[in-house]
């Protein structure tokens, strides 16, 4: 019986409302790299607002059904159209790869939305851990083609630069990552510098909800004030939900009381931000 839960699972998320889920869809080919994702459509006529996924695991592992799965259901329950995305690692893929990966896949659900029910008016990028670094950098590109209407980073590492100088080390899966040593030195460190969402900040960003423990011991909950302050200076939106108690991790929240409603502000937040037009 064990085995047959997760297939029990996928179905009771398909048949939920006459909802749609469809899993391994091709959405770039890069090389001999095939990048897949799967998407939940709600029943009814739509367009309905939507979320792109991205998930997290140190840049180096993870993948589309790992770490962002607390999200699903709330999305689900909320009636999104959602995707969860898959993108190259490291160290076999340099930086940006990873990150053109997540804009090729903006570009994709944008081309489809017709066909998968989503108003491009009303696109989320959500990511955690790596993911939340992925999709804050996408927000500060996002024009045109990867427009987004929201940002939501999940405990994401904005500013690499500053965490290297914290921690005197790079770190494996970054100098995997940007193709550098694990020394902190000027060559590093401006690797580093440019690759980091805090240094590409601007005015006109799209608003921005950040949502972090406070007692992270991976990515320091200071990488979500320190942004959110710069990001207010320059006169963006970006409000922080602060998890009292929450190490790195959604998965681990439920142990806190906060992890009981984060999933619920996010949705409320969205809903506010993404106005139907």
Same mark, same amino acid.
């Given at each position: =019986? ?37 998407? &939940? ?17 140190? /840049? ?27 993108? %190259?690692?490291?160290?076999?893929? %340099? ?14 659900? %944008? ?25 804050? =950098? ?18 994401? @590492? ?17 100098? *995997?990552? /940007? *193709? ?17 969402? /805090?240094? &590409?900040?601007?005015?006109?960003? @799209? ?12 990515? #320091? ?10 990001? %207010? ?11 009292? *108690? ?10 806190? #009381? ?15 931000? =993404?106005?139907?037009?």
């Amino acid at each position: =019986m064990r085995h047959l839960l997760p297939a029990l699972l996928v179905l009771a998320i398909t048949c939920s409302a006459h909802a749609e889920l469809k899993t391994d869809i091709e959405f770039a080919k890069v090389g001999d790299v095939s990048l897949t994702l799967d998407v &939940h459509v709600p029943d009814g006529p739509g367009p309905f607002p939507t979320a792109i996924l991205v998930h997290g695991g140190g /840049f180096t592992k993870g993948d589309k059904t790992s770490y962002i799965t607390p999200l699903f259901k709330p999305l689900n329950d909320a009636g999104y159209t959602w995707f969860t995305i898959n993108y %190259r690692l490291a160290p076999q893929h %340099r930086w940006p790869a990873c990150l053109d990966d997540v804009e090729t896949a903006i570009r994709w659900v %944008r081309a489809h939305a017709a066909e998968y029910k989503v108003d491009v008016n009303r696109i989320a990028l959500i990511g955690e851990s790596a993911g939340g670094h992925l999709v804050s =950098m996408a927000g500060t590109r996002a024009q045109g083609d990867t427009a987004v209407a929201a940002v939501v980073p999940f405990y994401a @590492p904005h500013d690499l630069f500053l965490r290297a100088q914290q921690r005197k080390d790079v770190g494996e899966g970054l100098a *995997g990552l /940007f *193709g550098i040593s694990r020394e902190v030195n000027d060559t590093t460190l401006a690797a580093l510098k440019q690759g980091s969402p /805090f240094y &590409h900040l601007k005015a006109g960003l @799209p608003p921005y909800l950040l949502i972090h423990g406070d007692k992270d011991d991976k990515v #320091p909950f200071e990488q979500s004030t320190l942004f959110q302050a710069a990001s %207010r200076k320059v006169g963006n939106t970006c409000e922080l939900i602060t998890i009292p *108690g929450g190490g790195h991790g959604m998965g681990g929240w439920k142990a806190v #009381p906060a992890g009981a409603t984060y999933a619920n502000e996010m949705i409320t937040w969205l809903n506010k931000v =993404m106005v139907k037009k």
